[in-house]
């Protein structure tokens, strides 16, 4: 069975400094999409990046970059010049290569920004 | 982006009462749409895939005569809570797949069941 662990159940960080928030998967499969989603409190979920596991180039958008590290099925979330609106649940993902490209979800790490 | 919308944003209803959830694809169309109910501080938990003219799939472990789920076109989906119970008071959430495979996500709609 295909799984996400996110073992920070809740972080912390000061406006404008950088965090690093861990994924680690379980997966046989060779071929899948990693993504981070933000769900802030208005509870709509928003893509953050996506992850092609067959590209090892790490995906990067803006201030949000990842560590993809395939071997050790690790997949953290970077956040550099942190802002008070990056505060949120952050929800690493899986997605498996089907026809109905089904999405797995981590349990989420709660993310707080101070001031 | 593309947008999904959903509706309603919240129900109340009585309990043994029948809700039904659209989901609706705005700029796009979805063969494939999914269905996750959330609990408070917890991940979403996938329900069903649900795909245009076919029948539904169901996660292990959920009703499908409990939440009948009807995909009737391209761009809609719909969720039925069949004889509601207060234990189904939830936040659902439903995406839409593209034909890229990118799923885009509704706003949720709170449920509260008395």
């Known amino acids: 069975a295909q799984t996400v662990t996110q073992s920070q159940p809740e972080m912390s960080v000061q406006e404008a400094e950088t965090v690093t928030l861990s994924c680690t998967y379980d997966?046989?499969?060779?071929?899948?999409?990693l993504f981070w989603y933000k769900q802030p409190p208005s509870r709509q979920m928003i893509l953050v990046i996506r992850?092609?596991?067959?590209?090892?180039q790490n995906a990067t958008e803006n201030r949000f970059s990842v560590n993809f590290q395939k071997a050790a099925k690790s997949f953290s979330l970077k956040i550099s010049d942190s802002q008070l609106g990056d505060a949120a649940m952050y929800f690493c993902?899986?997605?498996?290569?089907?026809?109905?490209?089904?999405?797995?979800f981590g349990p989420g790490t709660s993310l707080s920004v101070i001031p | 982006g593309a947008v999904v919308s959903q509706h309603p944003s919240r129900v109340i209803c009585k309990s043994g009462t029948s809700v039904k959830i659209e989901c609706r694809s705005l700029?796009?169309?979805?063969?494939?749409m999914f269905w996750y109910r959330q609990f408070p501080k917890q991940s979403l938990m996938l329900m069903a895939t649900?795909?245009?003219?076919?029948?539904?799939?169901?996660e292990q472990g959920v009703e499908k005569d409990k939440f009948l789920i009807n995909h009737a076109s391209l761009t809609l989906s719909t969720l039925t809570v069949t004889s509601a119970h207060p234990e189904d008071s939830s936040f659902y959430i439903c995406?839409?797949?593209?034909?890229?495979?990118?799923?885009?996500f509704g706003p949720g709609t709170r449920l509260l069941v008395l």
């Open positions: 997966t046989s499969e060779s071929d899948y999409y």
């Open positions: 995406s839409a797949r593209d034909e890229l495979g990118t799923q885009y």
């Open positions: 700029d796009f169309q979805a063969t494939t």
């Open positions: 649900s795909n245009e003219g076919s029948k539904a799939t169901y």
């Open positions: 993902a899986y997605r498996i290569r089907t026809s109905y490209d089904k999405v797995i």
């Open positions: 992850q092609e596991a067959y590209k090892q």
